[in-house]
């Protein structure tokens, strides 16, 4: 009998690729993705890259924005790094953050920017003039911890309870023409979408990276995400 150890080959390391095209609250998010990965027990290597290439090979993608989205748009596309965020859109987990998620639309009245198309519809200014219950004066932007109301089931929401409180920074909001798309609502003061989705692709107009544990659990939940 033979007493050579059998051969078991090494499990492929996943990786997550963090695009960095100049424009993001980068280092946070390649912070918390990180604590994620612990969290999930997960053996993904997590790069924070500004190489198409890195972004092409790896098996999900994280695309935070920050900023104005004329700004994000023009620097992504001077980047080289729009065809690698393009080619992952169509088939990998693929997660959108604040002004990451805004350029997933067709276009923005900010700036009269055209974003990538992927979700058919507009990224809108919140209306002046917003009142609270109380006729109190609401601020734009839109800044804080809101509650989230997730409106259809998602495998993302695994231990995020109903209404739980995420932070937002932004003066523009989602209008899609696909209801469908909208997995979550905040109010400011009206119900407006704050998460949608599609197959691979999930994303928030709040960050993440700013939301504590809640904003954990949500990359915690993408990183063992299953399409």
């Not at 919140?126 to 259809?152: C, E, I, Y």
Request: aromatic share 10%; net charge neutral; charged share 20%.
């Amino acid at each position: 009998m033979s007493t050579r150890p059998k051969y078991h080959p090494k499990e492929k390391t996943m990786k997550t690729a963090i695009v960095d095209y100049g424009m993001g609250n980068l280092h946070s998010v390649l912070g918390s993705v990180r604590e994620a990965a612990r969290l999930a027990g997960s053996r993904t290597q997590i790069v924070l890259t500004d190489k198409p290439e890195e972004v092409a090979s790896a098996d999900r993608i994280v695309f935070p924005g920050q900023g104005a989205m004329p700004d994000c748009m023009a620097a992504l596309n001077r980047s080289g790094l729009g065809e690698a965020v393009a080619d992952g859109l169509k088939n990998k987990p693929f997660f959108g953050i604040c002004v990451g998620a805004q350029l997933l639309f067709d276009y923005s009245e900010e700036g009269g920017t055209t974003g990538l198309g992927w979700f058919a519809g507009d990224v809108i200014r919140f209306s002046d003039g917003l009142t609270d219950a109380h006729g109190g004066r609401l601020k734009v932007p839109h800044m804080g911890w809101n509650s989230v109301r997730q409106t259809r089931p998602h495998p993302l929401f695994r231990d995020i309870p109903q209404n739980t409180r995420f932070y937002f920074v932004h003066s523009y909001r989602f209008a899609p023409q696909d209801e469908t798309i909208v997995l979550a609502e905040s109010d400011y003061p009206a119900p407006f979408p704050c998460i949608v989705g599609r197959d691979n692709v999930f994303a928030t107009q709040f960050h993440t990276e700013k939301s504590h544990d809640a904003g954990l659990i949500l990359l915690r939940n993408f990183l063992t995400w299953q399409v």
